[in-house]
């Protein structure tokens, strides 16, 4: 991510500050989200730091835990307040992001310089299928719930899907950190040249676990702050709070993430790119959401599964045209353009759809 960003942390203290003087609602709202663009750089970037001490093995499964840290926080925060919608548009809002806007972009920028883009199509291959499986799993609950209109056996599915997406997580890190490939096989991972960072720019030990400490504590407060405004804020400026969910909230918690992917793109990196956008999605789906019906039982506003239609649809799409990207193992600018109108077309829809037609 750029360093200039980081100036965005001043908005930290300034949103406390707001709060604590009582002013208006979405001088918090504002200002807690621009504050938690750079703290979710930092903790992307203290974990990377981190991944690169401790070796690829262990590394890896630090960067699958913490690589969508700062939305699971804001979401934690949101299902204490009891605003599910908010919640679950997030979930499809971070996976169609990843999978529209962040690679589209990727593509466009490294495509307009580098012209024919070529990747590996084993990997982007496997990418793909475990997208597909993730989205299965999101699929069918709501397909159950239309046959059956008893909301405690919804719930009840939604908690065996969460338990099921989990072990096939877990059975995909086991996958990717203990298989034996070949080094040439294998793109590049973080803090390796060629990586999301090279070794010059990682951080001591030390200075990353209080990186990332600070950053999770800061991104903490700028969570409650945000959350606690969503509702006067929706309201004074005539947004739903799915419209929040999906765009708004899903965009600020992977910004970090976004600027890699451009950035190695533009390097020729695209493997990356495309590795940063399916294993961010593939790790919404199947461990963010199952966190969070988890979560939500304990902090007493059970959430399930179900994803409206439109979601759905728009979720489908992205990961056919992700599928269908990796089949032939290269790209170019113009597939870049086209997801990015594709995105543009979904969130042009989520913000004009009523909020109590989407249910």
């Known amino acids: 991510m750029p360093r200039v960003l980081y100036v965005l942390l001043l908005f930290l203290p300034i949103a406390v500050l707001a709060r604590l003087l009582s002013l208006p609602d979405t001088v918090v709202f ?3 989200a621009a504050s938690l663009i750079p703290l979710a750089g930092l903790i992307g970037a203290a974990t990377e730091s981190l991944a690169f001490h401790i070796g690829p093995r262990f590394g890896g499964l630090l960067n699958a835990t913490f690589g969508n840290a700062a939305e699971l926080i804001i ?12 919640v679950k548009a997030s979930i499809t809002g971070s996976i169609i992001g990843n999978t529209l806007f962040v690679l589209g972009a990727a593509l466009l920028v490294g495509g307009i310089r580098h012209g024919r883009l070529d990747f ?4 982007a291959g496997m990418s793909a299928a475990m997208m597909i499986l993730a989205i299965a799993g999101l699929y069918l609950p709501a397909v159950f719930a239309v046959s059956v209109h008893e909301q405690g056996i919804v719930q009840q599915l939604s908690q065996f899907v969460a338990v099921i997406l989990l072990l096939i997580y877990l059975a995909y890190l086991g996958y990717t950190l203990l298989r034996v490939d070949e080094p040439d ?37 700028s969570s409650e702050l945000l959350v606690g405004t969503v509702e006067p804020v929706t309201r004074e400026l005539g947004l739903s709070e799915f419209f929040v969910g999906v765009i708004i909230v899903a965009l ?67 990961t056919a045209l992700f599928a269908y990207i990796s089949v032939d193992g290269e790209s170019n600018w113009l597939e870049g353009v086209q997801l990015l109108g594709i995105y543009a077309i979904a969130a042009i829809a989520f913000f004009l759809i009523p909020v109590q037609e989407m249910h």
Do not use: C
């Open 30 to 32: 504002a200002a807690s």
């Open 75 to 86: 979401t934690v925060f949101a299902v204490q307040r009891g605003l599910l919608t908010l």
């Open 120 to 123: 590996d199509v084993r990997h």
């Open 185 to 221: 096989d294998e793109p590049p991972r973080p803090g390796e040249p060629g990586g999301a960072i090279e070794a010059a720019e990682v951080w001591s030990k030390r200075r990353s676990l209080l990186v990332l400490g600070a950053a999770t504590v800061g991104a903490a407060v």
């Open 252 to 318: 600020i918690g992977n910004v970090a993430e976004h600027f890699s992917a451009v950035q190695l793109a533009w390097s020729r990196q695209i493997d990356v790119s495309l590795s940063i956008a399916a294993s961010s999605s593939t790790q919404i789906a199947l461990f963010v959401a199952p966190v969070l019906v988890f979560a939500s039982l304990v902090l007493g506003h059970p959430m399930d599964l179900i994803f409206a239609p439109l979601e759905l649809v728009i979720l489908g799409l992205a």
